[in-house]
């Protein structure tokens, strides 16, 4: 099961970054991201809507803009 997804960013940007299993749907999950000179993790729960293999979608919205390192299933 899916509990939690985490990303790495570093950068100026604030805000979400949505992660999708279908862009037209509700995200299943929002990382507040917060700005960063260095790699940082953040991580949020994963709703329930997730079953068997899905592709992953991530959206970022805010002011700024953040690198994108990795991301990690919990």
């Known amino acids: 099961d899916l509990d939690s997804l985490s990303v790495t ?25 917060s700005p960063s000179a260095e790699w940082q993790t953040f991580e949020a729960n994963v709703s329930d809507s997730v079953v068997g293999e899905q592709p992953l979608f991530f959206r970022y919205e ?4 953040i690198d994108f390192k ?4 919990g």
């Open 9 to 33: 960013t570093r950068g100026p940007g604030k805000g979400l970054l949505g992660v999708y299993t279908e862009l037209e749907k509700a995200p299943i999950a929002e990382i507040h991201v």
């Open 70 to 73: 990795a991301f990690a299933l």
């Open 62 to 65: 805010g002011p700024g803009m």
